[in-house]
């Protein structure tokens, strides 16, 4: 599966956001046996893990640095995931990508970008003091 992540954009301090993550058009596949991840690089560091849903269940997990502000879901009928972002903060500025790995019912959470086979392009998010 190919992913695409849009929705970004120049906000400022204390403003929301929502991303939405789908499959691209050329994708042969949908998400439904997929889960979804949300990863974050600022610029100079690493790829940081946000949250993630199972797309099947729409269980869910989240880093301990986002929770109370980000919430993810999903919309199974559009084939989406989607990360709404409140109150962002300069520190939350980067270029937000989202990933997938095929669910095969492994109850543990995978929390790095490597184990997250397929991504796409991600989309800026910039956020303004």
């Known amino acids: 599966v190919q992913l695409q992540a849009s929705g970004g954009g120049l906000v400022q301090t204390g403003d929301s956001l929502r991303l939405s993550c789908t499959a691209s058009e050329d994708s042969e596949d949908t998400l439904a046996t997929y889960a979804v991840g949300w990863f974050r690089q600022a610029p100079e560091k690493e790829r940081e893990f946000l949250a993630a849903i199972r797309m099947s269940s729409g269980a869910t997990h989240y880093a301990d640095s986002v929770k109370g502000r980000f919430t993810i879901s999903r919309s199974n009928a559009n084939d989406t995931a989607y990360l709404m972002m409140n109150n962002l903060e300069p520190a939350d500025t980067g270029i937000y990508y989202c990933?997938?790995?095929?669910?095969?019912?492994?109850?543990?959470?995978?929390?790095?970008?490597?184990?997250?086979?397929?991504w796409g392009r991600g989309t800026q998010v910039t956020v303004s003091s």
């Open positions: 990933q997938a790995h095929f669910y095969t019912g492994y109850p543990v959470w995978r929390n790095t970008s490597e184990e997250y086979y397929y």
